[in-house]
């Protein structure tokens, strides 16, 4: 079994930060690419960040140059660093982690429950 646990979500002032940890748990053989979605009240989900196993990274035009993602191999961790919060980043938080099991050795997306990141004006 696999788990994308999320924590760092919160309530912040508009031009604020915060920052969001996902770890994954269980059985990994390795994690290939991994990232974040959000889903504000009555909108569709959209890619957030998205970073490979080997560093590349890509972002949704409306976080780029606030937003920024990072992930720790050893620990099965990937981050995203929110800076210039805004109104309009209000939502539900996903991590997702393309990984591959142990058994048997196939990749397959998990996601985690998501967390709340609320941003008041």
């Known amino acids: 079994q696999v788990q994308l646990v999320e924590s760092g979500g919160g309530l912040v002032q508009a031009g604020g930060s915060l920052r969001l940890s996902c770890v994954a748990s269980?059985?990994?053989?390795?994690?290939?690419?991994m990232g974040w979605y959000r889903q504000a009240p009555g909108k569709r989900r959209e890619l957030v960040a998205h970073i490979t196993s080997g560093g590349s990274t890509n972002y949704a035009d409306s976080v780029k140059g606030r937003f920024t993602i990072s992930r720790d191999n050893a620990k099965n961790t990937v981050y995203l660093q929110m800076n210039s919060l805004k109104r309009e980043d209000t939502a539900v938080y996903y991590c997702y982690a393309d990984i591959i099991g142990l058994r048997p050795k196939v990749p397959y997306d998990y996601w985690g429950m998501g967390t709340q990141v609320t941003v008041s004006s």
């Open positions: 269980g059985s990994i053989f390795s994690i290939n690419a």
